[in-house]
């Protein structure tokens, strides 16, 4: 029971909430070098000389925290991590024996390790914001406030390396160079400390004020934060797989990044948003109907039904749409399934796919669902749009940065691409290049047309077929991603040199298997090339070798290719 309260306690919301920290520190060159096998021996004995001083540090604090410590258990625990970690000092020297290292030469801290050492030890001196100095401390309550700071600084260390153990796990054969390391810190017994120290987090924090917590959250969201730059910050000498843009020589080379948008970005799809945007407006006519109705439609408003049968409407056409899709779905299914990597066969499933986008696209055209809709209101919904954590500050970097010859696209079947443009705009991105669907307005109404541009999956891949032929510089070795979540974008994930699966649907994995398509963690691809790659060579990416790279989140995304 203890753990299962441990587990929802205040350092676990913490970690969840800042879980992105993580990601980034699992895809930096060190931790994908040393999951491998093939991080040089060298690099890990700086690794192993840092991690020294954060032992030190620790043991420092915590008894720091003893003496602030009210509460007879706590300080009993806590003498008991203090303990622990001066018992970890001593594995080390174990450790330096096995790989041979000699540490002679790293006593020094590097300034990413003297950064966190720094920020443990002032926070656990008093050294916080709204924090008397260490001899001003007068009550029990104050040196108890400190003490689950201090905590707050340490926890997510801890967590962070039982976190990269577990991860490396399922990379640890018997003859990993490494395996020592990795069954540390996934190991029940450093499992065990670390959930000890978030009990004893949790219990310093019952007695906190809301405000209070607040410090505390930050100081654990800085302390992830610095161990994540740590990470990044650790030398490794030789290639490696990632970040993607280290490879990137301008003049030589051309990145094309492809993306979808319905879902692949937005929390919400885009037709759900422009569709409440109708009845929203239609309300506001039902309730102006009385003063209008005897203008002429062009002094007033576009003629539209009233926002009840709209409503009703859309709700049908979902319903109509969802059905018919996944029947589309299922007939895709009864061919015998592939053998090996089918994509014709794929190809010519979806060509099915794209005759139902078509009909449905129609029937939306033609019963005036999206007559009359305010371009600016389309423009302000853009600009509100949710996006899926990450996704913005993604396409804000790649696009800003300047050592970097890219271009990106956007490609989705949304109705209307203002609303994309919108969205992007609202982040600082208002030359995003959108390929999508537009309405036709007069006087900057929607008459309710649409302009066809991109309905299927045969649309969107003859879009990434043109971009590609019309790129002016053919002389440029040219790498091209494709980032989708939908079976929509199989065809464009496939054909791309990357094929990144972010999130996918059911329907989506249904039927790429179905057709022999091969689905990869793109952390484990990495760690495979790395570990496969000889020195001096390029590490090479294929389009259309059947295989889909997949990710959680826009973090790992963001990781792979700009780097953390």
Same mark, same amino acid.
């Given at each position: 029971?203890?753990?299962a309260?441990?587990?929802?306690?205040?350092?676990?919301?913490?970690?969840?909430?800042?879980?992105?920290?993580?990601i980034?520190t699992?895809?930096?060159?060190?931790?994908?070098?040393?999951?491998?096998?093939?991080?040089?021996?060298?690099?890990?004995?700086?690794?192993?000389?840092?991690?020294?001083?954060?032992?030190?540090?620790?043991?420092?604090?915590?008894?720091?925290?003893?003496?602030?410590?009210?509460?007879?258990?706590?300080?009993?625990?806590?003498?008991?991590?203090?303990?622990r970690?001066?018992?970890?000092?001593?594995?080390?020297?174990?450790?330096?024996?096995e790989?041979?290292?000699?540490?002679?030469?790293?006593?020094?801290?590097?300034?990413?390790?003297?950064?966190?050492?720094?920020?443990?030890?002032?926070?656990?001196?008093?050294k916080?914001?709204?924090?008397k100095?260490?001899?001003?401390l007068?009550?029990?309550?104050?040196?108890?406030?400190?003490?689950a700071?201090?905590?707050?600084?340490?926890?997510?260390?801890?967590?962070?390396?039982?976190?990269?153990?577990?991860?490396?796990?399922?990379?640890?054969?018997?003859?990993?160079?490494?395996?020592?390391?990795?069954?540390?810190?996934s190991?029940?017994?450093?499992?065990?400390?670390?959930?000890?120290?978030?009990?004893?987090?949790?219990?310093?924090?019952?007695?906190?004020?809301?405000?209070?917590l607040?410090?505390m959250?930050?100081?654990y969201?800085?302390?992830? &934060?610095?161990?994540?730059?740590?990470?990044?910050?650790?030398?490794?000498?030789?290639?490696?797989?990632?970040?993607?843009?280290?490879?990137?020589?301008s003049?030589?080379?051309?990145?094309?990044?492809?993306?979808?948008?319905?879902?692949?970005?937005?929390?919400?799809?885009?037709s759900?948003?422009l569709?409440?945007?109708?009845?929203?407006?239609?309300?506001?006519?039902?309730?102006?109907?009385?003063?209008?109705?005897?203008?002429?439609?062009?002094?007033?408003?576009?003629?539209?039904m009233?926002?009840?049968?709209?409503?009703?409407?859309?709700?049908?056409?979902?319903?109509?749409?969802?059905?018919?899709?996944?029947?589309?779905?299922?007939?895709m299914?009864?061919?015998?399934?592939?053998?090996?990597?089918?994509?014709?066969?794929?190809?010519?499933?979806?060509?099915?796919?794209?005759?139902?986008?078509?009909?449905?696209?129609?029937?939306?055209?033609?019963?005036?669902?999206l007559?009359?809709?305010?371009?600016?209101?389309?423009?302000?919904?853009?600009?509100?749009?949710?996006l899926?954590?990450?996704?913005?500050?993604?396409?804000?970097?790649?696009?800003?940065n300047?050592?970097?010859?890219?271009?990106?696209?956007v490609?989705?079947?949304?109705?209307?691409?203002?609303?994309?443009?919108?969205?992007?705009?609202?982040?600082?991105?208002?030359?995003?290049?959108?390929?999508?669907?537009?309405?036709?307005?007069?006087?900057?109404?929607?008459?309710?047309?649409?302009i066809?541009?991109?309905?299927?999956?045969?649309? &969107?891949?003859?879009?990434?077929?043109?971009?590609?032929?019309?790129?002016?510089?053919?002389?440029?070795?040219?790498?091209?991603?494709?980032i989708?979540?939908?079976?929509?974008?199989?065809?464009?994930?496939?054909?791309?040199?990357?094929?990144?699966?972010?999130a996918s649907?059911?329907?989506?994995?249904?039927?790429?298997?179905?057709?022999g398509?091969?689905?990869?963690?793109?952390?484990?691809?990495?760690?495979?090339?790395?570990?496969?790659?000889?020195?001096?060579?390029?590490?090479?990416?294929?389009?259309?070798?059947?295989?889909?790279?997949?990710?959680?989140?826009?973090?790992?995304?963001?990781?792979?290719?700009?780097?953390?």
């Amino acid at each position: 029971m203890a753990a299962a309260t441990t587990e929802e306690g205040t350092a676990k919301k913490f970690w969840d909430k800042f879980s992105k920290e993580s990601i980034l520190t699992l895809y930096t060159p060190f931790v994908v070098s040393l999951a491998s096998g093939n991080l040089k021996v060298d690099a890990f004995g700086h690794y192993v000389a840092q991690d020294v001083q954060f032992y030190k540090c620790f043991a420092q604090a915590y008894e720091l925290a003893e003496d602030c410590a009210d509460d007879d258990d706590a300080k009993v625990s806590i003498v008991g991590l203090r303990k622990r970690v001066l018992k970890e000092l001593k594995h080390h020297d174990s450790f330096v024996q096995e790989w041979g290292l000699d540490l002679s030469k790293e006593t020094t801290p590097n300034p990413a390790t003297t950064k966190y050492t720094n920020f443990v030890l002032a926070t656990a001196s008093g050294k916080v914001e709204g924090v008397k100095g260490p001899g001003e401390l007068a009550t029990p309550f104050e040196k108890t406030k400190v003490a689950a700071y201090t905590l707050s600084a340490i926890a997510p260390s801890m967590r962070l390396n039982v976190f990269l153990g577990k991860e490396l796990m399922d990379f640890n054969g018997d003859q990993h160079p490494y395996k020592k390391w990795i069954d540390k810190y996934s190991s029940e017994a450093y499992q065990a400390a670390m959930l000890l120290t978030e009990d004893v987090l949790d219990k310093l924090s019952v007695s906190l004020t809301g405000e209070e917590l607040d410090t505390m959250q930050k100081l654990y969201h800085q302390a992830l &934060k610095l161990e994540m730059e740590f990470f990044l910050s650790l030398p490794v000498d030789q290639q490696t797989v990632l970040p993607l843009s280290k490879h990137h020589i301008s003049t030589e080379h051309r990145l094309t990044i492809f993306s979808d948008y319905d879902l692949t970005c937005t929390v919400v799809d885009s037709s759900a948003i422009l569709a409440e945007i109708a009845i929203v407006t239609a309300r506001k006519s039902d309730q102006s109907q009385p003063e209008s109705q005897n203008q002429p439609e062009s002094q007033s408003q576009i003629a539209r039904m009233s926002s009840a049968d709209l409503r009703s409407t859309c709700e049908v056409l979902e319903r109509e749409y969802t059905e018919e899709y996944e029947r589309c779905i299922e007939n895709m299914l009864t061919n015998q399934k592939a053998e090996e990597f089918d994509y014709e066969g794929l190809k010519t499933a979806l060509e099915q796919l794209s005759e139902f986008e078509r009909r449905a696209n129609k029937k939306v055209i033609e019963l005036n669902v999206l007559k009359g809709l305010n371009l600016e209101d389309i423009k302000r919904a853009g600009e509100r749009l949710i996006l899926h954590d990450g996704c913005m500050s993604f396409f804000q970097s790649i696009t800003n940065n300047q050592h970097l010859n890219v271009n990106v696209h956007v490609l989705s079947y949304c109705w209307c691409a203002d609303l994309i443009r919108s969205s992007f705009s609202s982040g600082g991105i208002p030359t995003m290049n959108v390929h999508a669907n537009e309405f036709l307005y007069e006087n900057s109404l929607s008459t309710g047309e649409i302009i066809k541009t991109i309905e299927t999956p045969i649309d &969107k891949l003859q879009a990434f077929t043109n971009i590609l032929k019309n790129s002016d510089e053919s002389d440029k070795t040219n790498l091209t991603i494709y980032i989708g979540d939908s079976v929509g974008d199989l065809l464009c994930l496939l054909e791309a040199d990357i094929g990144i699966v972010i999130a996918s649907s059911s329907s989506l994995q249904k039927i790429a298997t179905h057709f022999g398509v091969s689905f990869v963690p793109l952390f484990s691809a990495l760690i495979k090339k790395q570990k496969e790659h000889v020195e001096g060579s390029a590490f090479g990416w294929k389009g259309l070798s059947g295989v889909l790279y997949t990710v959680s989140s826009w973090a790992e995304v963001h990781s792979f290719i700009i780097g953390s």
